[in-house]
């Protein structure tokens, strides 16, 4: 499938380099694609515009859509890289799989990424801790009022010249401990990346922002005791010599930094085990001061450390709500190995040429 390119004819001022914001900017293009008739087709880069949906599309209705999230960023050097780009299109398939939806090829997607990389290249940031945000995403568009498996979807990747997702940057946050809400359940699509997981959250975050705190940490679903996901985001927590991360048991999302940072530590030597982490062991040892740093993982934030935790009214801070030495060092090495300051001895960087 060959992608057809029009370019727009009245190209966007772009924003201030030093007040980004997060996700209020996107660049001049976007890539598109259409499945039908049991393929992919009409792949195409053209300028950014509204879609046009019948009020009957099966995503208004039932939900059927996933989305990634990614980032590319300018090295010193004008190179521009992309951070394991495939590992976010094949976890893009596992979502589709499990919602019903058709596979992409991943090769494809990978190729026209970077085509429309090529094309807003010049919307990428160079100020420190800024980069341009990818945003793939797919849903349904049959129109029909029955709930079933929609027979044609749309394909869409757009992007956003960012700066520091969360206000604090990477200072720490304060984190409430949601215990009335639940986000996902064992057997649900708690490991996919769907568009439902997110409109569930909001509710508990809007709570939790109006008591003063950044984002929630969720339990799981059936006893309401076992730490699942902070926010959008993987959490880990040092305990004594040892870090410790939910383990993958369906119903929390694979995240790509998160795999990293298991990667990286194991690397290291650090002591690091997945496993099931309850709210009563982590309140402990942040009152007995075994619980030394906390910190979140996701594409978007990369690594935003714990400052505080509140449970119950129980409020117990993680380092006197400083950034922890291993959290700092995770941070400056993915980062650094994701605008090339730092050599890419990991092999997760993709160069777009």
């Given at each position: 499938m060959t992608i057809q390119i029009t370019k727009t004819t009245?190209?966007?001022?772009?924003?201030?380099?030093?007040?980004?914001?997060?996700?209020?900017?996107?660049?001049?293009?976007?890539?598109?694609?259409?499945?039908?008739?049991?393929?992919?087709?009409?792949?195409?880069?053209?300028?950014?515009?509204d879609l046009a949906l019948n009020p009957a599309s099966i995503v208004f209705h039932y939900g059927q859509a996933m989305f990634e999230g990614m980032k590319a960023y300018k090295t010193d050097n004008g190179e521009i890289v992309l951070f394991r780009p495939r590992k976010n299109f094949e976890r893009l398939n596992i979502s589709?799989?499990?919602?019903?939806?058709?596979?992409?090829?991943?090769?494809?997607?990978?190729?026209?990424?970077?085509?429309?990389?090529?094309t807003d290249a010049d919307w990428i940031p160079t100020e420190p801790g800024t980069s341009l945000y990818i945003r793939p995403f797919m849903f349904a568009t049959d129109t029909f009022l029955g709930i079933r498996p929609s027979d044609t979807y749309k394909f869409v990747i757009i992007m956003s010249p960012v700066g520091a997702y969360y206000k604090e940057g990477l200072n720490p946050v304060k984190i409430h401990v949601e215990d009335?809400?639940?986000?996902?359940?064992?057997?649900?699509?708690?490991?996919?990346?769907?568009?439902?997981?997110?409109?569930?959250s909001l509710k508990a975050q809007m709570n939790a922002q109006s008591k003063g705190y950044s984002q929630v940490l969720w339990l799981d679903g059936i006893e309401r005791k076992y730490i699942e996901e902070v926010g959008s985001m993987n959490v880990f927590f040092k305990l004594g010599d040892e870090v410790v991360t939910p383990e993958l048991s369906g119903s929390i999302l694979s995240g790509i930094t998160r795999m990293s940072v298991l990667e990286l530590l194991r690397k290291w030597g650090v002591k690091v085990t997945e496993r099931r982490i309850s709210i009563d062991e982590i309140m402990q040892a942040a009152e007995n001061g075994t619980l030394t740093e906390a910190w979140g993982t996701g594409t978007a934030a990369v690594i935003?450390?714990?400052?505080?935790?509140?449970?119950k009214g129980n409020t117990q801070?993680?380092?006197?709500?400083?950034?922890?030495?291993?959290?700092?060092?995770?941070?400056d090495t993915i980062t650094g190995i994701q605008t090339h300051k730092l050599a890419d001895d990991m092999d997760w960087t993709y160069e777009v040429v």
């Open positions: 009245a190209p966007k001022a772009k924003p201030n380099p030093t007040d980004i914001g997060f996700g209020k900017h996107f660049s001049d293009h976007m890539f598109t694609m259409d499945y039908a008739n049991g393929t992919w087709q009409n792949a195409q880069i053209l300028p950014y515009s589709n799989e499990r919602l019903a939806m058709p596979p992409v090829d991943e090769d494809f997607c990978v190729n026209a990424l970077c085509e429309l990389i090529k009335e809400y639940v986000r996902a359940v064992r057997g649900g699509v708690g490991f996919a990346k769907t568009s439902g997981n997110y409109a569930a935003s450390p714990i400052g505080e935790l509140n449970f801070q993680i380092n006197n709500f400083q950034i922890g030495e291993l959290t700092a060092k995770i941070y």
